[in-house]
Structures are given as structure tokens and as C-alpha cells.
């Protein structure tokens, strides 16, 4: 029971009470959807600052016709989901700005299943939007999600055909400050290990770039597509790497998970790192922090990443679904320079990381 000392929360029934309207009119001021006078508007206001008043989810709901879910898809399941660290601090972003906006989420499968009932969820119980997290081009979700008329955001750029809103990192400008970092450190011959089976967009811009950026070098690119995103995987590409004749004196990673494989390879073969190999991951995650030595790595900041995206749902439902454009935006990368590359013996640096930019 409460005392004195810890009253409940004001409800919007009491916002009416002490502004002298109706709660309709309390949810017309609160969902902009009703015109309302601006003397009663502003009363409204008042009201609720006084009271300190914060709609819960179901006043949220009701004030603005939304079911107040999110639909949620990471592009992988099961081990690769889970011990990749970068998507518990994706998530980790995504929630805490869903939350402050009263929002929830339903985690959607990574492909479309007959175990997952995703036809009769998208029937019966209509998602406000969905956030699709590094779409591949042949994800077999976003298809539907149109169909359905759910506005979808997607946190990295989705390749297929359909035109979506996203928010993205820019990582062409993070592979050349990478490239750049390590040419200053004495690497001659950069190598880069991939992904083989999927098209997502940062493995298709950081192929890119790296590619340009060597040829323009007057280098052949060494490139090598792994079988996965995991450890074992860039273990196995590192030793491919490592075993030619004009080895690479440094392999940037996709991810850090990779990066901690080649750390190993290298370990294994008896190569030092960094005097004799440089390593660079990307994701600036707890692996990457941990590792013996500490790994250089590009950091995406997530918690931008996922701010972002929430914000961008905010935006495209606020406008009733048509926001007039298509939005994008662009959050930039820092590099974060550790043991691993840092042959001058500097210790670690991290760049700049401006604002996001449209």
C-alpha cells in the first residue's frame, strides 16, 4: 500500500481532472491527432507538468492509436547471435531508447519459418514498426513487412531491390583510416578477411574500399572470404593467409570474433604481433578489450546506432507513416588503436567521433 511518503504515479485521468476537460481531450492534446485550441492545449500542459505525469504504454496506445511493439530481427540465430558480443550492445541501445519512448519489442526469426507464426502475428496483432538489423539481400522478411504496410528501419543498409529507411556507419571512411593507421606503423602489405556466403552492406562497402584503396596503393588486394563471422573462421583464413609466400604483415578483420582467430593463428605459428603482423577487428568489443594483446579496432558506436533508429521510427510513425522521404543517416566510426597495431609503442588512441550526420 502506498503511504504519504510515495504516492502513485498521476494518470491521465488526473491530468483532465486539474486542466478542467475531458480525457479525450487530454488525448488529443497528447497525440496531436485533434485539433485542440492552443489555450486549452497549453492548459493541458500544465497540467501534467505539474503532476509530473508520464503516459504509460497503454495511455500511450490509446492517445495515438499504436499497439506500442516493435518488431526486432537480428540477421543470425543461435550461437552466431549469441557470442557475438556487438549485438547484446546493439540491443542493449535499441532498448533503452525503445523504453524511454514506451515502446516494446517481438523478436522476429532470422528467416522465415513454419515454427514462427509471423503470418498471424502480422494479422492479429499489428506491429508499429520494425528494426531489421544488418539485412542481408536475399532476407526473406522485409518482403513481408511491405506487404503488411509496417514501416521498417533497418540498421545497415538493406541491398535488395525495395527501397528503406536505415541508419548506417560509413565504412569506407573507417577501412581507410585503418589503411592510413597502418601504413603511419611500418605495414607494407594489408590483408583483409571477409565474409564468403552472405551479402551484407558492410561487408560489401569495406570490401570496396579496401580493394580501391590498395589498388590505388599500386598493390594487388588480399582479399580472403570466410566461412562465417566466428573465431574458428578467421583462424582458418589467417593460416590461408599467413601460408603464402608474400604473407601479409597485417589482417583487418570483419569483426573483432575473426580478429581473435587470427590472434591465435598467429600465436600458433610462432609470428609476433605486432612487431611481425598487425591485427585490427571491428566492433571495439569486450573480445577485443580482452584480448592478449588488447586488439586495434573499429568502434560502430551502437548506442548512436540504435538511438538512431528508434529515433527514426519516431519520426516515420509521427508523420502517420508517410514521412515524405526516404531517411537515412550516417553515424560515424572511431578507430580505436590498441596493442596490436601499435608497433611505435604509443598506447592506446581513440579518434574523433563527430555527431551523426543526415
Known amino acids: 500500500m502506498r503511504g504519504p511518503s510515495n504516492p502513485r504515479p498521476a494518470r491521465i485521468a488526473d491530468v483532465a481532472r486539474e486542466a478542467g476537460v475531458s480525457i479525450t481531450t487530454v488525448s488529443h492534446v497528447l497525440s496531436s491527432k485533434r485539433p485542440v485550441s492552443a489555450q486549452t492545449r497549453q492548459a493541458v500542459l500544465d497540467a501534467a507538468q505539474r503532476l509530473a505525469y508520464r503516459p504509460t504504454v497503454a495511455a500511450r496506445g490509446l492517445a495515438t492509436g499504436r499497439t506500442m511493439a516493435l518488431g526486432l530481427q537480428f540477421p543470425m540465430e543461435g550461437e552466431h547471435l549469441l557470442l557475438n558480443p556487438y549485438f547484446p550492445l546493439l ?3 535499441l532498448s533503452a531508447a525503445a523504453v524511454h519512448d514506451g515502446y ?9 519459418s513454419s515454427e514462427f507464426p509471423l503470418e498471424s502475428l502480422l494479422e492479429t496483432q499489428r506491429l508499429d514498426g520494425a528494426i531489421l538489423v544488418d539485412p ?16 521498417v528501419v533497418t540498421v545497415g543498409r538493406y541491398l535488395g531491390r525495395a527501397r528503406t529507411h536505415w541508419v548506417d556507419n560509413d565504412h569506407a571512411i573507417a577501412i581507410g583510416r585503418v589503411l592510413d593507421h597502418l601504413a603511419e606503423q611500418g605495414y607494407r602489405r594489408p590483408a583483409l ?17 579496401f580493394r580501391t584503396r590498395t589498388e590505388a596503393a599500386g598493390r594487388e588486394p588480399m582479399v580472403i572470404r570466410a566461412e562465417d563471422l566466428s573465431e574458428r573462421a578467421g583462424y582458418d583464413a589467417a593460416v590461408t593467409l599467413l601460408d603464402r609466400a608474400d604473407r601479409p604483415d ?3 578483420a570483419a569483426v573483432d570474433r575473426q580478429a581473435i582467430g587470427v590472434l591465435g593463428a598467429a600465436e600458433e605459428l610462432g609470428i609476433s604481433v ?4 598487425g591485427i585490427v577487428g571491428e566492433g571495439d568489443t569486450v573480445l577485443a578489450r580482452n584480448a592478449n594483446p588488447p586488439l586495434t579496432t573499429i568502434d560502430p ?12 521510427i519516431r519520426q516515420i510513425l509521427d508523420a502517420g507513416n508517410r514521412p515524405g522521404r526516404m531517411i ?3 553515424v560515424e566510426t572511431r578507430l580505436v588503436v590498441r596493442e596490436s597495431t601499435a608497433r611505435s609503442g604509443a598506447g592506446p588512441e581513440i579518434s574523433p567521433a563527430p555527431a551523426a550526420s543526415p
Not at 605486432?274 to 603482423?277: A, G, S
Not at 558506436?301 to 527514426?312: D, F, H, V
Open 250 to 252: 597485417a589482417i583487418i
Open 193 to 209: 578477411i571477409s565474409l564468403g556466403h552472405e551479402r551484407y552492406s558492410y561487408i560489401v562497402d569495406i570490401e570496396d574500399s
Open 328 to 330: 537515412t543517416l550516417t
Open 91 to 93: 540491443l542493449g541501445s
Open 136 to 151: 542481408s539481400s536475399t532476407n526473406d522478411l522485409l518482403p513481408l513487412l511491405r506487404d503488411y504496410r509496417v514501416p
Open 274 to 277: 605486432p612487431d611481425e603482423l
Open 104 to 112: 516494446s519489442f517481438v523478436l522476429l526469426p532470422a528467416r522465415r
Open 301 to 312: 558506436r551502437a548506442a548512436e546506432l540504435g538511438a538512431q533508429a528508434i529515433a527514426i
